[in-house]
């Protein structure tokens, strides 16, 4: 079956770095288009980030456009969000996300704070 397995969250300084992955299983992974999204306490999960599945075309959220990027490995089957220039506001769960499976992953804990 589906399975999605976020990991490389954890607390970090205002201004870090952080780079989050999710391995993929159960579905060919380069043929589907990944996503990440977040979800912050007490807030809805939204939408941050895409690849497209072969031509690699990036689509980000302003809120994160300048200080994230997003990439995969289709050998691998998986997907990365590079995270630059973290805030407090970053602080969130982090979730990836095939586009048309409505399968998620347990997500992965990142915090921003000093």
């Known amino acids: 079956q589906v399975q999605l397995v976020e990991s490389g969250g954890g607390l970090v300084q205002p201004g870090g770095s952080l780079r989050l992955s999710c391995a993929a299983s159960?579905?060919?992974?380069?043929?589907?288009?990944m996503n990440w999204y977040r979800q912050a306490p007490g807030k809805e999960r939204r939408w941050i980030a895409n690849?497209?599945?072969?031509?690699?075309?990036?689509s980000l959220a302003e809120s994160v456009k300048g200080r994230f990027t997003v990439s995969r490995d289709n050998y691998k089957n998986t997907v990365y969000l590079q995270m630059n220039a973290l805030k407090p506001e970053d602080t969130a769960v982090y979730y990836c996300?095939?586009?048309?499976?409505?399968?998620w992953g347990q997500g992965t804990q990142v915090t921003v704070s000093s």
């Open positions: 690849i497209g599945s072969t031509n690699g075309v990036i």
């Open positions: 159960g579905f060919t992974f380069r043929t589907y288009s």
């Open positions: 996300k095939a586009d048309g499976l409505d399968y």
